[in-house]
């Protein structure tokens, strides 16, 4: 069977890539304390040694349009390019290329669908920066093959917060039932408060600070319970119309395990929203060093 | 009202870098060209498998070709598709994130909560 090597849940920031290969007078006064965040947060991964990586993100109607819209959808194929020309216009993000874990993507497809979720599938997906920013900040060697698992947390009508931790549960034990000998780390990316077009965007910290402080702490304490209990699809507009993204968190929450606390924790407060960085090692190999 | 067909609009120009540029120089142009061939496309169908129905309300119509990004807004246009596209389109012409603080200041009279965006 395999390993669960590592959870992972982050947020996913598209300026992130630049910021850290600007130099001169474009590198913002940020840069250097952000990087080195990110530089602690990727040993976190390095340090499970992972040998195939699940990729839960959301695409950001690059390639999932409103004629066609799954809640759900785990990408199958042996290779997925990535990074969109809105995303180099807009972040200056690469393009890449990932290959794929093609027999999880469809073991979990098999074990999901009889599982109770019905969950859609492509075998031609084109992933935008949800996915390509973790790879970036975690694995910036992009050696490792992936199965990406896309959610809907962006054109309502959206699946409610409960499901996202239960998909989440089901991943981590569908990963762990896998009969392969192979160390697979789940990484999830999300947001905490956010606004996108709105009249809240891009200010001096993130939308809603007390959301982010109640959130990180949920998250941290693997306090799923409490979470549930505040958070729903109507109460997340309020610290940012974009907060729906803290639902692949929540997922995450799932895939950790119910009153889990993290093994790592860090913030960074920056312009327009707050970055969050957690790691979970169920083998219980906390190994700071 | 046809948030769909606006949100269709907003993701069919911004992800074609041609049509982003000739958006931004010739709204009202662009905007009855897109209306007139685009607006019943299926999107991953042959050109021959056209929509019948798909055409925008006057008052869409004119915020489109205003590039009035307010009124999108209150129309429940994706916010996101509003943005992205606008952003490719103006910040070009103002200094570092000056565009997207103006674009919040314009909206600073809308309170919670927002218009529903729901399709």
Redesign the interface.
């Known amino acids: 069977m395999a390993t669960v090597a590592a959870v992972i849940a982050s947020t996913h920031h598209p300026f992130y890539y630049r910021a850290s290969t600007s130099t001169g007078a474009d590198r913002p006064p940020f840069a250097d304390e952000w990087v080195a965040k990110i530089e602690a947060f990727r040993q976190t991964l390095t340090r499970a040694e992972p040998d195939v990586l699940v990729m839960v993100g959301s695409d950001h109607f690059h390639q999932l349009w409103l004629d066609n819209m799954p809640q759900f959808l785990v990408g199958k194929a042996p290779v997925f390019d990535a990074n969109w020309y809105n995303e180099e216009r807009e972040f200056g993000l690469p393009r890449m290329r990932l290959a794929g874990e093609e027999d999880l993507a469809a073991y979990l497809l098999r074990e999901g669908l009889d599982a109770g979720f019905d969950l859609a599938f492509s075998n031609e997906l084109r992933i935008d920066h949800s996915v390509t920013c973790p790879i970036i900040t975690l694995r910036p060697q992009a050696d490792l093959p992936v199965v990406p698992v896309y959610t809907n947390i962006f054109a309502p009508p959206m699946p409610r917060p409960e499901r996202f931790v239960q998909l989440g549960r089901a991943i981590r034990g569908m990963v762990e039932s896998w009969p392969a000998d192979k160390r697979v780390a789940i990484i999830g990316t999300g947001h905490l408060s956010l606004e996108l077009g709105g009249p809240r965007q891009f200010g001096p910290h993130g939308p809603d600070a007390e959301f982010d402080r109640k959130a990180v702490a949920w998250i941290a304490n693997g306090d799923v319970d409490g979470c549930l209990a505040e958070v729903t699809l109507d109460s997340l507009h309020a610290p940012g119309n974009a907060t729906h993204g803290f639902m692949d968190f929540m997922l995450m929450m799932g895939a950790a395990g119910d009153g889990v606390k993290a093994d790592y924790v860090d913030t960074l407060d920056l312009f327009h929203t707050m970055e969050a960085y957690f790691t979970w090692y169920p083998e219980g190999t906390a190994d700071p060093s | 009202m046809s948030k769909?067909l606006l949100?269709?609009f907003l993701?069919t120009v911004?992800?074609d870098?041609e049509l982003v540029e000739r958006y931004r120089a010739d709204p009202a142009g662009t905007v009855a060209w897109w209306e007139r061939e685009m607006a019943n496309t299926?999107?991953?169908c042959t050109a021959g498998e056209r929509s019948t129905w798909l055409a925008f309300t006057e008052t869409e119509r004119q915020a489109l070709r205003e590039h009035d990004?307010v009124t999108l807004?209150s129309l429940g246009a994706?916010?996101?598709?509003?943005?992205?596209l606008f952003?490719?389109m103006f910040e070009r012409d103002h200094g570092p994130?000056e565009y997207?603080?103006a674009?919040?200041?314009a909206?600073?009279?809308?309170t919670?909560?927002?218009p529903?965006?729901?399709?």
Do not use: C, E, G, S
């Open positions: 769909y949100n269709k993701y911004d992800r870098p299926v999107l991953n990004h807004f994706h916010p996101f598709l509003t943005l992205t952003i490719a994130l997207q603080l674009y919040a200041q909206m600073n009279h809308i919670l909560p927002y529903d965006i729901a399709t």
